[in-house]
């Protein structure tokens, strides 16, 4: 795919607190890919969020542990109840996504070479 074309297109991401969607999205668009967007589609009660503007190209589902996010937000107040219901409003993205990468044991750098080679086979 002709790469200019490739990074126009509408990329979601979504997944539960602390998974990396923000810092995913940073290094998208620090790569060019502009059209890339988060949904913070776990605090929604409204389970199709993700593809308010339509059916995204490439919807991407980053996933962590709770200790995982516990660590990465360095706070030990999370439940797994709580994680739970996070996930309940995230579970009509996951069944819908394109990609799903658990990014727990990945550092930003693989996450977003992932994300890319997968973008590249789009």
Partial sequence: MDPDHQRQLHVVIVGPCASGKSTLIDGLHAQGFDKARL?????????????????????????????????????????????DELLDRLKNARSECDVYLPTDELSIEEVLDNVIECLNEK
């Avoid at 200790?67 to 360095?74: F, P």
């Fill in 39 to 83: 949904v913070a589609q776990e605090h929604s009660g409204v389970r199709d969020l993700w593809k308010l503007r339509g059916r995204p190209d490439c919807l991407i589902y980053l996933d962590a542990r709770l200790e995982t996010i516990a660590a990465r937000q360095h706070r030990s107040d999370w439940t797994i109840e709580y994680l």
